[in-house]
């Protein structure tokens, strides 16, 4: 009640007229009047007040700054006419900088800055030069006070002046992209903005292999440089050459990382250089901090052993990432292993009992709900016939004679 009173008081004054002149509000009026706007919700009036304040007294309290920002972005919300949008936008940078000037260089209020000028100007593209110079000062003067948003946020600025054919100098884009990509390193990346950077990296600067090469390449004696090298050489899906297995070995050696080594094993999977995968996925597991981590290490050296025509070493591995994370994938590269097995399982058991295998394979399918395969295998199963003749009967449990020992319940063919 006391609030809206003083408001009323104000209002009162400033209508009074004395020997036929208006009375002009002093300072005090427009704090109080600005307070009363603001909450209120009326940020024309509030702006009229915040602008006398700060243009007759800019050191009367930083919650002004604070809120004033709020006036024009509320004002901004309001107004369909873009003119006057930008002007309000420029208001409120012009509130950030003086904020800045007259209470010191704060390291929040730095990135607020850069937060607003970043969602201000990001639909012109014409800003965008501007705006990266905006970046490049925080990254020059400070990169390790700069958010991880407004790092990636440099980054949509640098990809969208591609599209939209801005000159900005790549060279410098990539350099920041190394100093981004450590301090993001020695933060931690709790929100997966690494991934996201990386691919905006891809659409801002045309990288190859040979350019790789050429940038991140001349130096890979020291872990981070190797480290550099070897992230791009495996995202551009570049040739694991013996510069790049050099690199490997200053990393894993030095500063082993599970999701390089990772990345070192799938790649050298896919090269068939099985054992260097086996050794990378070996480093990766050492480095694995959870079971969803450790879960993946053991997929992938179950897809190994597979390749390497190591059945029961796959099964054991597929096994242990079951137990790790319930893999679904594991599932199925069993059922997959249990099919393969039939020739090696037959021996000289009843028809039943050799094809007792599909059924176990059956089983894993389904817990991978794998459909295709579920059919695949079932169109295997013993026939009615088949059971009866051998004098078993459905339901009964059946313990499957191979490599693997695992019970079954017999089941039969569907019907065609």
Known sequence: ????????????????????????????????????????????KAQTNLEYIIKN????????????????????????????????????????????????????????FLSSI???????????????????????????????????AYFDVMRRAKKYKQPFDEALVLTNYDRIAEQIRLEGDAKGYMEKIDQMLLESVDLNCEKVEEVYGQSISE?????????????????????????????????????????????ATIDRRLSDAQRYLGIALQQATSFDQEGDVYMELAKTMTLKEKKQDAYKYAKQAIAKNNNKEAYKLIGNLYMSSFSECVGDKD?????????????????????????????QFPTMEEIHFNSYELGQSLIVDCWFKEEVVIARRPVE
């Open 351 to 379: 028809i039943v009992a050799r094809r007792a295998v599909f059924i176990a394979a059956y089983e894993k399918f389904k817990m991978a709900n794998d459909e295709k395969n579920m059919a695949l295998a079932e169109a």
């Open 118 to 152: 970043y969602r201000y100007w990001i639909s012109q593209p014409t800003k965008y030069d501007s705006l990266a110079s905006l970046f490049q000062v925080r990254f020059d003067e400070n990169i390790e006070a700069v958010s991880q948003s407004n790092m990636l």
């Open 57 to 112: 007294s800019p050191n009367e309290g930083e919650k002004y700054y604070i809120k004033g920002v709020k006036v024009y972005e509320y004002l901004m919300k309001e107004t369909e006419d873009n003119e006057l949008d930008k002007q309000y936008q420029q208001k409120a940078l012009d509130l950030y900088q003086l904020r800045l000037s007259i209470y010191g260089n704060n390291d929040q209020v730095q990135n607020q």
């Open 223 to 267: 872990p981070q440089q190797a480290k550099r090298y070897l992230n791009m050489i495996f995202r551009m899906d570049c040739e694991v050459n013996d510069k790049a297995q050099e690199a490997l070995a200053v990393v894993l050696d030095n500063d082993p990382e599970y999701k390089l080594a990772m990345y070192a094993a799938k790649k």
């Open 1 to 44: 009640m006391t609030k809206w009173i003083s408001t009323l008081a104000v209002a009162i004054i400033i209508s009074f007229n004395t020997s036929g002149q208006t009375h002009q509000p002093s300072l005090e009026d427009c704090k109080l009047m600005f307070q009363d706007y603001y909450y209120l919700k009326d940020w024309k």
